[in-house]
């Protein structure tokens, strides 16, 4: 045992109380200033085969000549130090190291504390950055800055030729500031000029840095070639502009910017694109993204979520790749509020509006929403809540849409509600094997209407309330035993048994004459079938006597307690059918019970892992919804995934089943090669419903990657669906910049569990230390 822990107890799994050493520590040299005290008097220590002493303040090395100072080294064939002038002149061979940085020629002259001077014929190689070059000559204008003539500079960390470099008749070098600057540079890739400026800036590491980002380049079948070009303003650490100006083949030149910001108690951004002119069109197109939070002090805080188009097709036509993933989108919030948090309290008060675009149908904006909470607990057991509510809702739909649909939002009800609902629950048996907490809430709402719509019932009243109770009583027990190792776990394991019963009584309340702001029918699943109301929102509260009986087991690891496998089992069970209907005159179920809910889980090895949920009803011997995943991710980069969707049909589906099968990977292809795909297929029409196919190659110096994809992309004018195509391709050159053009968001967004390739590992001051 070694010394410093013995006498020490050894707990097994225990961490040992370890620390950092100073010794360890890292700490930078920093380099003597001219006007310093000690910029002459530091010790200067010199090394060769021979040494001749010029007097007091001179000497002339030979044969591995070397000096040495507090943060430089110089070697060469022959030096002379003059310590009076502080100044070392290498003949042959001259290799200098300044705080790891390295720089060789046949001959350099610098002062050691000042660093400043010049080298002829030289390479170079920064050692934190990995950026490197040669020049026909460099001047050392200090610690940390170079004037590199007629040279080269590359963020390519090879040994042999870069595949990318920037050749330019003069190189300006910041290393304290992170930035070169090239004055009539070219951009060579593999040989090729790709870029040239009379002043190109560019970052030495991966910090922010002002300058030209990557191009983005994509082809989609409703904008053409799509190419744009970003310069990014690193304005401040908080706060940075990127511009896009961008050009489209088949549309026009358009023109986005992208604004962000972080203060002490504010952040946001602010995204705009605009086209003067499109072409196909013939009118002028936008788009605005702003989102801001402000926290205010006391537990208030604001905030602003605006998000508008200039039309209908702006989505499907010209949005940015790095907007959308997959499709269209049909609805935009503009919304502003304030919040406030703090104990038990809440509160919301915001005015909310939205864009809708075809064929989405518009849905209420609140104008405005007041809302407040109280949730809180006493004894440790008892429970206690209150939830009011203050709307007035409209339907509002700045952008022109089809006819049909301005008719039916300018007919739709309005009006305001106030919504209470005081809710009490009490822990009355509560211990790690059981739980029983009976539960009292009551709803109350009231209606006062400023225009009745055409789908409201005949003789809606403008003034209408309701008041529900709910009583629910939520009980379970939780057994559990060892079992021995079984297939496929290969090792002890805890297995559960947790029956569950949930009880909920809700007498009736006739509601045909309260209208539908923001309620709709519920979900059924595992998530659902615990709750009291099978609708959501606040107009509807369903009249139930149902008790619903579940049963869960779960197989979990005795170390770490880590779930192994599930299986799950649910029913309702009616004592009084449900009477209320979302809209009068609908359907009502006439069975005593509910569809069954089957469930299982399993991950056996944290590689491979399978979920499939069933909707099955035991009356018609029918599954109504299925669903399965299965995912195997044996390694990093490497993962698979199968997903089968299937939904019975039925009225909201228009008597169309959905049968659908997903198949998508990330799989390396060889040692530089990665693939990555997706592939949605509908069984029932056979058709792809959309799909992505691409690869990336990871060079030492550069990156390549490449994708294209088939979508959804919105309605024609005739609200038939469409169809659209795009391809994207992404090169970056490693050790100059990095930026997504969202193709990484797109493969993630596509390939569950997906993994970027990781970014080169930094290298440490002291790789090469000499």
Not at 99 to 112: C, Q, S, W
Not at 123 to 130: E, P, Q
Not at 365 to 372: I, M, N, V, W
Request: aromatic fraction near 10%.
């Amino acid at each position: 045992m070694p010394a410093m822990f013995a006498g020490m107890p050894l707990v097994a799994n225990a961490e040992l109380p370890l620390t950092l050493a100073p010794q360890l520590e890292e700490h930078f040299l920093h380099p003597l200033r001219a006007g310093d005290a000690d910029a002459k008097s530091g010790a200067k220590f010199v090394r060769g085969a021979r040494i001749e002493v010029q007097g007091d303040q001179a000497v002339t090395i030979s044969g591995d000549a070397e000096v040495r100072a507090h943060a430089t080294v110089i070697k060469g064939d022959r030096l002379h130090y003059d310590a009076e002038s502080d100044r070392a002149d290498a003949y042959g061979n001259v290799r200098i190291i300044h705080r790891g940085n390295t720089f060789t020629g046949p001959e350099a002259h610098l002062n050691v504390n000042t660093v400043e001077g010049y080298l002829l014929s030289p390479t170079y190689h920064f050692n934190i950055t990995g950026g490197s070059g040669r020049a026909q000559r460099i001047d050392v204008l200090g610690p940390e800055r170079l004037a590199v003539t007629r040279g080269s500079y590359t963020g390519c960390a090879c040994t042999g030729r870069p595949d990318w470099l920037i050749r330019a008749q003069r190189v300006e070098l910041d290393t304290g500031a992170d930035r070169g600057v090239a004055r009539n540079g070219t951009l060579f890739f593999y040989g090729v000029p790709v870029f040239a400026s009379p002043y190109l800036s560019f970052p030495l590491s991966d910090a922010r840095a002002s300058g030209f980002l990557p191009p983005k380049v994509g082809l989609s079948s409703t904008a053409g070639l799509d190419i744009t070009v970003p310069y990014y303003f690193n304005i401040a650490p908080n706060d940075d502009l990127t511009l896009y100006p961008r050009i489209t083949t088949r549309r026009s030149a358009q023109l986005g910017a992208e604004y962000r910001y972080l203060m002490p108690t504010y952040s946001g951004a602010i995204h705009m694109e605009y086209m003067p002119r499109d072409v196909v069109l013939k009118k002028s197109r936008y788009a605005l993204n702003m989102q801001h939070d402000h926290a205010l002090g006391a537990g208030l805080d604001a905030y602003l979520d605006y998000q508008r188009v200039s039309d209908e097709m702006y989505p499907a036509d010209l949005a940015a790749s790095d907007i959308l993933l997959n499709g269209a989108q049909f609805l935009f919030p503009q919304e502003a509020g304030l919040r406030y948090q703090k104990g038990p309290w809440s509160a919301l008060m915001r005015v909310q509006r939205w864009q809708t675009l075809p064929p989405s149908e518009p849905p209420y904006g609140r104008e405005p929403e007041l809302k407040l909470e109280y949730r809180n607990h006493f004894a440790d057991r008892i429970h206690v809540g209150v939830e009011g509510n203050y709307s007035r809702f409209r339907i509002r739909n700045p952008v022109a849409v089809h006819q049909l649909q301005k008719n039916e939002a300018s007919q739709a009800t309005e009006g305001q509600r106030v919504h209470l609902k005081p809710a009490l629950s009490y822990e009355l048996l509560r211990a790690p094997g059981y739980f029983l907490i009976p539960a009292l809430q009551a709803h109350l709402a009231a209606y006062q209407l400023s225009r009745i719509g055409s789908d409201a019932p005949q003789g809606q009243p403008r003034n209408a309330r309701v008041a529900v109770p709910t009583f629910s009583v939520d009980g379970g027990l939780i057994f559990e035993r060892p079992i021995g190792a079984i297939w496929p776990f290969g090792h002890p394991s805890i297995q559960t048994l947790e029956p569950r019963l949930y009880y909920v009584y809700t007498p009736y309340r006739n509601q045909d004459f309260m209208p539908i702001f923001d309620t709709a029918e519920s979900d059924f699943g595992f998530g659902e079938i615990y709750t009291p109301n099978t609708f959501s929102g606040n107009d509807r509260i369903a009249d139930a006597n149902r008790v619903t009986l579940g049963l869960t087991s779960r197989f979990m690891e005795p170390g770490r307690g880590a779930e192994q496998a599930r299986l799950m089992i649910a029913q309702q069970y009616y004592f009084r059918q449900q009477r209320l209907t979302l809209k009068p005159g609908q359907a009502r179920a006439q069975a005593n019970h509910s569809d069954l809910l089957l469930g299982a889980a399993w991950n056996p090895n944290g590689a491979l892992s399978a979920e499939t949920t069933l909707q099955f009803n035991t009356d018609s011997k029918h599954s109504i919804r299925s669903n399965m995943a299965l995912s195997w991710h044996p390694a990093p980069y490497r993962v698979f995934n199968v997903d089968y969707r299937y939904t019975r049909a039925n009225e909201t589906l228009g008597r169309e089943p959905i049968k659908q099968i997903a198949l998508s990977a990330q799989w390396p292809l060889g040692r530089r090669w990665t693939g990555i795909g997706r592939l949605n297929y509908a069984l029932d029409t056979k058709r792809v419903v959309d799909g992505l196919a691409g690869f990336q190659y990871d060079a030492d110096c550069w990156r390549l990657g490449a994708a294209v994809q088939h979508f959804a992309n919105g309605v024609d004018m005739n609200n038939a669906n469409r169809k659209g195509t795009r391809v994207l391709a992404q090169l970056e050159l490693k050790g100059l910049s990095k930026v997504d053009n969202g193709l990484i968001e797109r493969f993630r967004a596509s390939v569950p569990g997906y993994m970027p390739l990781p970014a080169p590992l930094p290298p440490s001051r002291f790789s090469l230390y000499e």
